[in-house]
């Protein structure tokens, strides 16, 4: 079966398209087939003005023209399609959905910060760790960030706050909604130590690349606080050159890393371990457990 995921981000928006294998054993494998990565920067817009402007918003229906037709080539079965914070905020986020729906056919849902971590979770990348840990998923995007955390095979808590890279950059962010995470982060992790971390997201897939880290490897809390530092003393310019980044990851990694270096502070989490999975990877096991359950569909 082939099954595709669109998440249109503050950020970028993604197509992931994945073919599912499932053996005698129960083992389902997910083998991407097609990962593509447009940097749409709808965050840029809407944390300033409230809505995506005309430019942005044509840029977009071209990419998901794009994507369907790639998944035509793929001979996608289902897809699900999502969009996150800067759509969430955006007063005429309906309105462009609807035209997207015109134009494309591509039914897109808003989702909320909730449903976002809801989501990332169902990579159950905690469930292949040690089952006597606890573990903090943190994904940080362009608008928000996403926390749960998951004990002994149990959720204890998930949630979303509206700090995300773009809002960084853009001034968005207040010393109260800081306050609140660290309040929220501190008081449930204290009882859960000792506690690592698990990080998504683009950003922290970029530092576990450079890093040079062995898959499965984590990264240490010390080795992002001398990235953090590494990098903010650097240009826009130097960090392109120096690490080889796009533009669109150079401006957001020094925030990126300020979130997660935060939240693993307040959490007592020394280490981050990175599996290079995101929102697409949640949207493709959810649907997958939707098909598997559809009236007449096979084992």
Avoid at 283 to 288: A, G, H, P, V, W
């Amino acid at each position: 079966m082939i099954l595709a995921a669109i998440d249109i981000g503050s950020n970028a928006a993604r197509l992931l398209v994945c073919e599912t294998s499932v053996y005698k054993d129960g083992t389902v494998d997910f083998t991407k087939l097609c990962l593509l990565r447009i940097p749409l920067r709808l965050g840029f817009d809407v944390f300033d003005t409230g809505t995506v402007s005309d430019e942005k918003k044509r840029k977009l229906i071209e990419t998901l023209k794009a994507y369907k037709l790639l998944m035509n080539i793929y001979n996608v079965e289902a897809f699900k399609a999502c969009a996150t914070s800067a759509m969430r905020d955006a007063t005429n986020g309906p309105e462009i959905l609807k035209e997207i729906l015109s134009e494309t056919g591509l039914r897109i849902d808003i989702i909320t910060g909730q449903e976002e971590a809801n989501i990332i979770y169902e990579t159950h990348i905690a469930e292949k760790l040690s089952d006597n840990k606890s573990y903090l998923y943190i994904d940080v995007g362009g608008g928000s960030t996403e926390i749960t955390l998951f004990s002994q095979n149990h959720t204890i808590f998930k949630e979303s706050f509206n700090i995300g890279t773009i809002r960084l950059l853009h001034n968005k962010v207040s010393d109260e909604q800081w306050e609140h995470m660290k309040w929220y982060v501190k008081t449930y992790a204290r009882d859960y130590q000792p506690l690592e971390a698990i990080g998504t997201g683009g950003n922290i897939n970029k530092i576990f690349s450079i890093s040079k880290r062995k898959e499965g490897k984590s990264l240490t809390l010390d080795l992002l606080k001398d990235y953090y530092k590494e990098l903010s003393y650097t240009s826009l310019d130097e960090r392109k050159h120096l690490y080889q980044f796009r533009e669109d990851r150079a401006d957001v990694i020094v925030p990126a890393l300020q979130v997660y270096i935060s939240i693993m502070r307040w959490a007592l989490a020394d280490e981050i371990y990175v599996p290079k999975i995101g929102l697409a990877d949640g949207l493709i096991k959810i649907l997958y457990n939707e098909m598997k359950q559809a009236p007449g569909a096979g084992a």
